[in-house]
T-cell receptor
Framework: EAGVVQSPRYKIIEKKQPVAFWCNPI?????LYWYRQNLGQGPELLIR????????DSQLPKDRFSAERLKGVDSTLKIQPAELGDSAVYLC????????????FGEGSRLTVL | QKEVEQNSGPLSVPEGAIASLNCTYS??????FFWYRQYSGKSPELIMF??SNGDKEDGRFTAQLNKASQYVSLLIRDSQPSDSATYLC???????????WGAGTKLIIKP
């Protein structure tokens, strides 16, 4: 059974502060995604990993966002410095091993930037 | 034009009736289509996926795909209050396998 644990669930920071999110998927899932979801919108892809390699980061705002996936398992997403517009839910997802393309999401990290 | 479009709603349906949710997409080469349900404050969870033209049924849910007209729909029979949620349509590009998401339709089932 797929499972994705994210932390923290909620984070409130002031603008210009840094913030980091963690994603811990059940091992054995090679593909990992970070999405951002704004209120009333669908998820927006930030970055996709195949093992340790970021294979699609075209929508990651690289001036302030960074991500890494050590040893092809856990992943972190960092924002430095945060801006007001970064307030959103950050979702981590893995692809099912059955090859259907189904995504399993973690519970998400809700960021509020004041 | 957005790649995947959905009516934002809310769509209000009486309990026990059929709820019909629609989604159109622009990339004619798309081959995989997904419906996710998202409860308020929760993450999306997969309801159904469909690859072939026609209908696919799973319990009270039926997905319908028409590639010629570039739309995919989700029917929910015998709607229950627990079906009240936002339904997200996602389409996978065959060029890079990226999922493109609609903004979702908010469904309200009235008891």
């Amino acid at each position: 059974e797929a499972g994705v644990v994210q932390s923290p669930r909620y984070k409130i920071i002031e603008k210009k502060q840094p913030v980091a999110f963690w994603c811990n998927p059940i091992s054995g899932h090679n593909t990992l995604y970070w999405y951002r979801q704004n209120l009333g919108q669908g998820p927006e892809l930030l970055i996709r990993y195949e093992n340790e390699e970021a294979v699609d980061d075209s929508q990651l705002p690289k001036d302030r966002f960074s991500a890494e996936r050590l040893k092809g398992v856990d992943s972190t997403l960092k924002i430095q410095p945060a801006e007001l517009g970064d307030s959103a839910v950050y979702l981590c997802a893995i692809t099912s091993s059955g090859g259907t393309g189904e995504l399993f999401f973690g519970e998400g990290s809700r960021l509020t930037v004041l | 034009q957005k790649e995947v479009e959905q009516n934002s709603g809310p769509l209000s349906v009486p309990e026990g009736a059929i709820a019909s949710l629609n989604c159109t997409y622009s990339d004619r080469g798309s081959q995989s289509f997904f419906w996710y349900r998202q409860y308020s404050g929760k993450s999306p969870e997969l309801i159904m996926f469909i690859y072939s033209n026609g209908d696919k049924e799973d319990g009270r849910f039926t997905a319908q795909l028409n590639k010629a007209s570039q739309y995919v729909s989700l029917l929910i029979r015998d709607s229950q209050p627990s079906d009240s949620a936002t339904y997200l349509c996602a389409v996978r590009r065959d060029s890079n396998y990226q999922l493109i998401w609609g903004a979702g339709t908010k469904l309200i089932i009235k008891p």
